[in-house]
T-cell receptor, first 114, second 113 residues
Framework: EPEVTQTPSHQVTQMGQEVILRCVPISNHLYFYWYRQILGQKVEFLVSFYNNEISEKSEIFDDQFSVERPDGSNFTLKIRSTKLEDSAMYFC????????????FGSGTRLTVV | GNSVTQMEGPVTLSEEAFLTINCTYTATGYPSLFWYVQYPGEGLQLLLKATKADDKGSNKGFEATYRKETTSFHLEKGSVQVSDSAVYFCALNEETSGSRLTFGEGTQLTVNP
């Protein structure tokens, strides 16, 4: 069964450093997403991406965040200057069509900012 | 705005017990409703969905019925197994609000042999 692959599974970074989280969506999917889950809290939407541009973003997705699809297979989330409160599990997802059909999620990257 | 509320967890059951995890929602229109499951060390997997009122989603023995009158989408299973131990998330999408999913808090289920 096709999978969404995320790397690394766990990343530790120092406060103020830039971090890039990587995702390989399912190859024929067109919609890409990032979500995060701070420990003990709800899974929260960050951003959706379609046709090489951001189609929607939440209030969490401020200027510190950016997304990119640098080639035909990868989808990345960059955090420019990490803060302690960025520590969370970050999930990438992709879908072939709009959300009513459900996403396929990756297994997540646990980001720890120290 | 949209929101999803799940019953408080964690839930601990014995094998073959009946499971109900409550989920209620608030939405301005007619959302699609989902249950996702997260097994230890894995990502969120779509378990079942329903896209309109009175639809029943079902998969792997789990069921949930879209109840517009009570704005609910409770997850049920008649006889749970140890392998059902996971975190269960209720979620909604309202397409007029874009493609985002709005999640509930998640409910940890542990099934003991």
């Amino acid at each position: 069964e096709p999978e969404v692959t995320q790397t690394p599974s766990h990343q530790v970074t120092q406060m103020g450093q830039e971090v890039i989280l990587r995702c390989v969506p399912i190859s024929n999917h067109l919609y890409f997403y990032w979500y995060r889950q701070i420990l003990g809290q709800k899974v929260e939407f960050l951003v959706s991406f379609y046709n090489n541009e951001i189609s929607e973003k939440s209030e969490i997705f401020d200027d510190q965040f950016s997304v990119e699809r640098p080639d035909g297979s990868n989808f990345t989330l960059k955090i420019r200057s990490t803060k302690l409160e960025d520590s969370a599990m970050y999930f990438c997802a992709s879908s072939a069509r709009r959300t009513s059909y459900g996403y396929t999620f990756g297994s997540g990257t646990r980001l720890t900012v120290v | 705005g949209n929101s999803v509320t799940q019953m408080e967890g964690p839930v601990t059951l014995s094998e073959e017990a009946f499971l109900t995890i409550n989920c209620t929602y608030t939405a301005t229109g007619y959302p699609s409703l989902f249950w996702y499951v997260q097994y230890p060390g894995e990502g969120l997997q779509l378990l079942l969905k329903a896209t309109k009122a009175d639809d029943k989603g079902s998969n792997k023995g789990f069921e949930a019925t879209y109840r517009k009158e009570t704005t609910s989408f409770h997850l049920e299973k008649g006889s749970v197994q140890v392998s059902d131990s996971a975190v269960y998330f209720c979620a909604l999408n309202e397409e007029t609000s874009g493609s985002r999913l709005t999640f509930g808090e998640g409910t940890q289920l542990t099934v003991n042999p």
